[in-house]
């Protein structure tokens, strides 16, 4: 059977019973990163056609997810190839542009491996995309994890300036420590403490309370 059969007949079994699932499922070409097949919910809600998203081949995962994040979970797609394990199975949250609204829509996808080529190398993905109410207190949460992430890669450099004693002035500074109860608790004078702080504040160029605790939550100091 050569790969494009392989393709067909897999297709042809997931699009049996994929319309009956209250998410999307999509099968995913891992050679060309094209859209092989999507159940209707997901063509109705990105309001498009199976010709039209053969035709964008890799434009599709441009045109219709949020790129910022895309960064957190390629990486594990590519560990999935590189396993090329059937039972391995990954999860994660992404934003998608839909008909649902102006905004992001938020959604848990799963994917694992749905067939490989005819050299016993990853050919298929079959993803399953549910759909997350935007009133859900989960949304806001993924929101938050999501900020923190971007914050932390945009300011890693900057982090990365500070000394182990400064990363520790960091986090009790973020705990609402004054310099005084800084040095007693560092045994050190003062003087040092306030040291270190001038020194936070200038690696990291915080203007507020407000940046120095983003520094201490995404990089899991507080």
Known sequence: MT????????VAEVAATADLYPGVVIVLNIHTSSVEYMSKRGLLLLRTSMAELRAMGPDYHVRFFNQEEAQDYVPLLFGIMEKNDFETVISFFQQVRTTEGPEWSWYLSTIKLLAQDTQGQPLLFIC?????????????????LLDEN??????????ALLTRRECEVLQLLALGKSSQEIALMLSVSAQ?????????????ELHSTFDLGMY???FNLI
Request: proline residues 4%.
């Open 3 to 10: 790969d494009e059969e392989l393709i067909t007949q897999k």
């Open 128 to 144: 399953f995309a549910s759909p997350i109410d935007p009133s859900s207190h989960v949304t806001a949460k993924v929101q938050r």
């Open 150 to 159: 971007n914050f932390l890669r945009t300011n890693h450099h900057k982090y």
């Open 192 to 204: 040092t403490a306030e040291t270190h702080r001038r020194n936070i504040r200038h690696k990291l």
């Open 216 to 218: 201490a939550r995404a």
